[in-house]
Every structure is written in structure tokens, then in C-alpha cells.
């Protein structure tokens, strides 16, 4: 099948993405990298994915009937917790296809990205980093600060728990495992331990994560 490739591309302040699609609109490429950008604008530079695009994006693409399949590519520090959380929600709720592939790094709030698609993957190199929500800076109302994000959290592990094979109690353990990170508490796992978890479906690459799209769209190349 010959395919004629249009480059499209996502720009802000901080953020320069590129997705190709294939004309016969097979699958999707949607590019999740840096950090997440929330409510407010990160330096100009850093590279940073903005959810004020990403979210209008999946709508579209969820809409089109010509889509079959949506390929998101993971290389994540994290960043804003409620942002990444939404996306992973949009990415979640979606009938269209999705495939995660973590490439580098899936971490913090990337790990809920990751497990959002219908299918994960993550390549042998790639890190993941699972630990408690945080907030920097001056904490005005300390008791109400803290139910905030203990909530959020509880949120958090909630959602990654329906979304993986993850259980619950092992999840905690490396959440607040003392002994992994030197200056915080969490877990770095690596891509063959992500699935020995259960928190991503398995090892594989970029030809792996197409065959897995291109099966359940039944797409054939």
C-alpha cells in the first residue's frame, strides 16, 4: 500500500510537535514529550507538551471515522498532575484505538498516560519513575494542602489500578519505597520490570506498537 505522509505541526510557546498521518488515515501519531504544561507557562527552554492541545486533538480525532488507530508516544519527566490526568482520562474514555509506546522515560504523571491506551508498551531501555504527588514552593493552609493531595493521589492510584494489571498494594509499595530515589521516596522501574508488574502490558517497539493498532483497527499495511 503506498502511502503519501503530511506532516502537521503542534507549536506554543513551549512545545514543537510533530505528528505524521497517513493519508489513508490508518493510524494516528500523537507525540507526548518533556514536560506536561498545565494551568501555567513553563520557560521557553524547556520542551513541553501543552494539554490545551493535546485535549482538542484527541476530541477530533476521536470524532473522525476515518481514524483507526491512535499511536502515543511517551518521553515524559511528568509535570502537572491535574493536566496529565485529564489527557489520560480523554485517552481512557476513547472507542477509537490507542496504543502507548514509552520510549526513554514515562514518569510521574507519564505513568497514567502510559496505561491510559488500550494497549502499553515500553522498550527494554526505557524508565519509569512511580512516586507520591508533590508540590514545591511556599504552602499556604498546610492541613487543607495536604487532604488536597492525598485525594489527588488516591485518584491517581485509582485510575492507574483499572487501567493496568497493577495491583493496588504493590503500587503503594513502590510509591513510598525509601531506599530507590536519593532525595525523594518512589520507584524506578525499568521497561522488563514495568511488565513483570503489570503496570504495562509488554516489552515491544515502535513495529510492535503498529501491529497492535493496526490489529484492533483491523487495518492491514
Same mark, same amino acid.
Given at each position: ?6 506532516? $502537521?505541526? =503542534?507549536?506554543?510557546?513551549?512545545? !514543537?510537535?510533530?505528528? #505524521?498521518? &497517513?493519508?489513508?488515515?490508518? +493510524? %494516528? ?81 507519564? $505513568?497514567? =498516560?502510559?496505561?491510559?491506551?488500550? !494497549?502499553?508498551?515500553? #522498550?527494554? &531501555?526505557?524508565?519509569?519513575? +512511580? %512516586? ?90
Amino acid at each position: 500500500m503506498d502511502k503519501e505522509k503530511q506532516t $502537521v505541526e =503542534l507549536t506554543g510557546t513551549t512545545q !514543537k510537535c510533530t505528528e #505524521v498521518v &497517513s493519508t489513508d488515515g490508518a +493510524i %494516528h501519531v500523537l507525540p507526548i514529550i518533556g514536560q506536561i504544561e498545565g494551568h501555567y507557562v513553563l520557560p521557553e527552554n524547556q520542551k513541553a507538551t501543552k494539554y490545551e492541545q493535546i485535549i482538542p486533538r484527541l476530541v477530533d480525532l476521536e470524532q473522525d471515522e476515518s481514524v483507526g488507530g491512535v499511536l502515543l508516544i511517551l518521553h515524559t519527566l511528568g509535570g502537572d498532575v491535574e493536566a496529565g490526568l485529564a489527557m489520560a482520562e480523554m485517552i481512557a474514555s476513547m472507542k477509537t484505538p490507542t496504543v502507548s509506546l514509552v520510549l526513554g522515560g514515562g514518569h510521574s504523571i507519564g $505513568v497514567p =498516560l502510559a496505561v491510559a491506551a488500550r !494497549k502499553s508498551l515500553i #522498550v527494554p &531501555s526505557a524508565t519509569m519513575t +512511580i %512516586h507520591p504527588v508533590r508540590v514545591s514552593g511556599t504552602v499556604l493552609g498546610a492541613p487543607q494542602t495536604y487532604r488536597y493531595l492525598s485525594e489527588m493521589q488516591s485518584r491517581i492510584v485509582d485510575f492507574v489500578v483499572r487501567h493496568s494489571h497493577m495491583d493496588e498494594k504493590r503500587f503503594l509499595e513502590l510509591m513510598m519505597c525509601p531506599d530507590e530515589l536519593a532525595t525523594d521516596v518512589g520507584s524506578v522501574v525499568e521497561g522488563a520490570e514495568a511488565v513483570r508488574e503489570g503496570l504495562i502490558d509488554r516489552i515491544g517497539g515502535l513495529s510492535e506498537a503498529l501491529q497492535e493498532l493496526r490489529g484492533m483497527a483491523g487495518v492491514e499495511r
